[in-house]
């Protein structure tokens, strides 16, 4: 049985509950994280706290402890669920409140932090490489609910993700209004071009920031591979030599089938498994230390 972290007491999974009145659950009205540990070490943490605590203050929500109190209490749900290797989920809504979409009186914020095992794509989707469909959902554009925002409305994400399902792809690909590519569901996109260089669409599209991302173009430029944050279109990705997703989740997988077309040689290519092996190595090797 689990242990779940909720508004300061530890407690059994079966009994962490927040209220209907919950913003989290009426209006979506909250943010969250979505960490890994590895080994015994959290990965990147840093990087997930400061990004939690901004879509936090980019929606005027308070986090009523500081980062170092929330690293330590993340550190210790996990230590109490006795795990090394996990799957991290913080969550902070606006809190509780009566029905009314009015945010302005004090309200305290509901702090969750979630300690699980992953489930991750399959060990034959790692080596094959995943086939995906450019979803007819748009991404969120930037002057509305901002992608950077990392907020409990999911469902932009939702629906591509089931067009995918729908039409028996793995995946959904994300573009904008304006019909650039710019990222998968709850992954960002590279594609690794003919001339030889990596290329992500710029977070100003619509992509969030991943931090794989972040660790990846890091990952490619020590090892000497051009990368650029440049626009792309559809015809770009289906003429790709090679094509990755990166996540927390889903580290880096190879995608190797577009809306029917076949990604280079259909294959997960050189430089995708380079960098595949460079981050896995990353993520057994470095992090803060729960133990
Ligand atoms: N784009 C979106 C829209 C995301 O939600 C990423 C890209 C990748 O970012 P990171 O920082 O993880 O490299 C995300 C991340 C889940 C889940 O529950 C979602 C994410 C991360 C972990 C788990 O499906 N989203």
């Given at each position: 049985m689990g242990i779940v972290y909720i508004n300061g007491e530890f407690v059994p999974t079966e009994s962490a509950k927040i209220s209907v009145y919950d913003r989290g659950l009426l209006y979506g009205d909250g943010v969250?994280?979505?960490?890994?540990?590895?080994?015994?070490?959290?990965?990147?943490?840093?990087?997930?706290?400061?990004?939690?605590?901004?879509?936090?203050?980019?929606?005027?929500?308070?986090?009523?402890?500081?980062?170092?109190?929330f690293k330590e209490t993340l550190a210790e749900t996990i230590r109490r669920n006795n795990l090394r290797d996990a799957y991290i989920r913080p969550i902070v809504t606006r809190g509780v409140k009566g029905l009314g979409i009015n945010p302005w009186d004090a309200m305290s914020p509901t702090v969750i932090i979630i300690v699980d095992k992953i489930t991750l794509y399959s060990s034959k989707m790692y080596e094959e490489g995943i086939?995906?469909?450019?979803?007819?959902?748009?991404?969120?554009?930037?002057?509305?609910?901002?992608?950077?925002?990392?907020?409990?409305?999911?469902?932009?994400?939702?629906?591509?993700?089931?067009?995918?399902?729908?039409?028996?792809?793995?995946?959904?690909?994300?573009?904008?209004?304006?019909?650039?590519?710019v990222e998968a569901a709850v992954d960002n996109i590279f594609i690794y071009t003919k001339q030889g260089e990596l290329i992500t669409p710029p977070t100003y599209l619509g992509a969030l920031r991943g931090i794989t991302r972040d660790t990846?173009?890091?990952?490619?430029?020590?090892?000497?591979?051009?990368?650029?944050?440049?626009?792309?279109?559809?015809?770009?990705?289906?003429?790709?030599?090679?094509?990755?997703?990166?996540?927390?989740?889903?580290?880096?997988?190879?995608?190797?089938?577009?809306?029917?077309?076949?990604?280079?040689?259909?294959?997960?290519?050189?430089?995708?498994k380079e960098i595949m092996m460079a981050y896995k190595e990353l993520t057994q090797n470095s992090g803060y230390p729960v133990y």
């Open positions: 969250f994280e979505g960490i890994r540990a590895y080994n015994g070490r959290v990965f990147k943490l840093d990087e997930h706290i400061d990004r939690l605590y901004e879509s936090a203050h980019s929606i005027l929500i308070k986090i009523p402890m500081s980062k170092e109190e086939s995906a469909v450019c979803a007819s959902t748009i991404r969120n554009n930037p002057n509305a609910c901002n992608p950077q925002i990392k907020s409990l409305n999911y469902l932009n994400s939702a629906m591509a993700k089931y067009e995918a399902y729908l039409a028996g792809a793995d995946e959904a690909i994300f573009l904008n209004p304006q019909g650039y590519v990846v173009i890091e990952i490619a430029t020590a090892k000497g591979i051009p990368v650029r944050e440049e626009p792309f279109t559809r015809h770009d990705l289906y003429n790709a030599v090679e094509s990755f997703l990166t996540g927390t989740a889903a580290e880096v997988i190879p995608l190797v089938k577009v809306d029917g077309r076949i990604i280079g040689d259909g294959r997960p290519g050189k430089i995708t």
